[in-house]
């Protein structure tokens, strides 16, 4: 099991810019394909974005494609998520997420197994 810290959530305007960060403990980082994901009250948990173990492949659904990017410093035990022009539907608290891997290209949106404890992000109108 890994554990997780999310950091960096907050209060920003529509149109504004926010960095994430999760650092991960316990485990081999470079071993775990990493994910972000959010929930808004009264919604459902939804899926962000994915970065495989190297970094060289992500996954994002089309609501946040070209505005979010995923990243990863594994000498850092470290994820990131660099979201830029905030909307208020971006509006939740934001979710890091590991799981094991055994190749470099998964990516992708389900199998997750340890979770952060979140970090609020507001974005006004």
């Known amino acids: 099991q890994v554990q997780l810290v999310e950091s960096g959530g907050g209060l920003v305007q529509a149109g504004g810019s926010l960095r994430l960060s999760c650092a991960a403990s316990?485990?081999?980082?470079?071993?775990?394909?990493m994910g972000w994901f959010r929930q808004a009250p009264g919604k459902e948990r939804e899926f962000v974005a994915a970065?495989?173990?190297?970094?060289?492949?992500?996954t994002y659904p089309d609501s946040v494609k070209g505005r979010f990017t995923i990243s990863r410093d594994n000498a850092k035990n470290t994820m990131y998520l660099q979201m830029n022009s905030l909307k208020p539907e971006d509006t939740g608290v934001y979710y890091c997420a590991a799981q094991f891997v055994l190749n470099d290209y998964y990516a992708g949106r389900s199998g997750f197994t340890d979770w952060g404890q979140g970090t609020q992000v507001t974005v006004s109108s």
């Open positions: 970065i495989g173990r190297n970094g060289l492949y992500t």
């Open positions: 316990g485990r081999t980082f470079s071993t775990y394909a």
